[in-house]
């Protein structure tokens, strides 16, 4: 079963226009990451959060980490069409050297020239 | 480029049969990590390998089968396969095995008829 699950499920915007996605996880984690698929490609790293942090940037990328509510989200600020992928939440189960990522269901973002 | 390399890249076979899917590391990285990717199951998590040991089994089914060799490239052994066995097959690596910031190859597509 899926640790995160992504919502919305699809996401349609203009390019220019800002894009959230959001993550729900069920238990404790040491960190939460962001991974961009380009249709049948592999997955691409974006962001890691950890536990400690709130909220973190990287270029366009904005993410933010509530672990109160067992929650982030991943906002893409001017959205363009070179952003349209599937966006995925991964949280880290296990311990030490022997953890493993677990992906959620994804997000579909279409952004539009 | 990710660094990871995965072959071969598609995959057309039978069911009953056996395939081998091979990945090779980034130059560096000591972990390798499974995943099978379908429309209805999402990614799953399969295997973790860190420096030629088993670290963590995911949803793996009993007829595949995977090792990691000396020189670190690592084999998934599918076998008695089913028509539900076709989906995409990512390799991914990482330096340690936290489960942090991973590289994925771009898949190999199998096809089981």
């Known amino acids: 079963s899926q640790q995160g699950e992504e919502d919305p499920q699809a996401l349609s915007i203009q390019e220019g226009e800002n894009a959230t996605m959001n993550c729900s996880y069920k238990t404790s984690i040491n960190n939460l990451q962001w991974y961009r698929q380009n249709s049948g490609r592999g997955l691409v790293h974006l962001i890691l959060i950890r536990s400690n942090e709130r909220e973190k940037h990287s270029g366009r990328l904005r993410v933010t980490l509530d672990t109160s509510k067992k929650s982030s989200s991943l906002l893409i600020t001017a959205s363009r069409a070179a952003d349209t992928a599937s966006y995925f939440c991964a949280t880290a189960g296990g311990s030490g050297s022997a953890r493993q990522l677990t992906f959620g269901s994804g997000t579909q973002l279409t952004v539009l020239p | 480029d990710s660094g990871v390399t995965q072959t071969p890249k598609h995959l057309i076979t039978a069911t009953g049969q056996r395939v081998t899917l091979r990945c090779s590391p980034r130059?560096?990285?000591?972990?390798v990590y499974w995943y099978q990717q379908s429309l209805d199951q999402g990614l799953q998590f399969l295997i973790h390998?860190?420096?030629?040991?088993?670290?963590a089994k995911g949803n793996i089914l009993e007829r595949f089968s995977a090792q990691q060799f000396p020189d670190l490239h690592s084999e998934l052994n599918l076998s008695s396969l089913e028509l539900g066995d076709s989906a995409l097959y990512f390799c991914?690596?990482?330096?340690?095995?936290?489960?942090?910031?991973?590289?994925f190859g771009s898949g190999t597509q199998l096809s089981v008829l």
């Open positions: 390998y860190y420096n030629g040991e088993e670290r």
């Open positions: 130059s560096g990285d000591l972990s």
């Open positions: 991914a690596s990482s330096q340690q095995g936290t489960g942090e910031k991973l590289f």
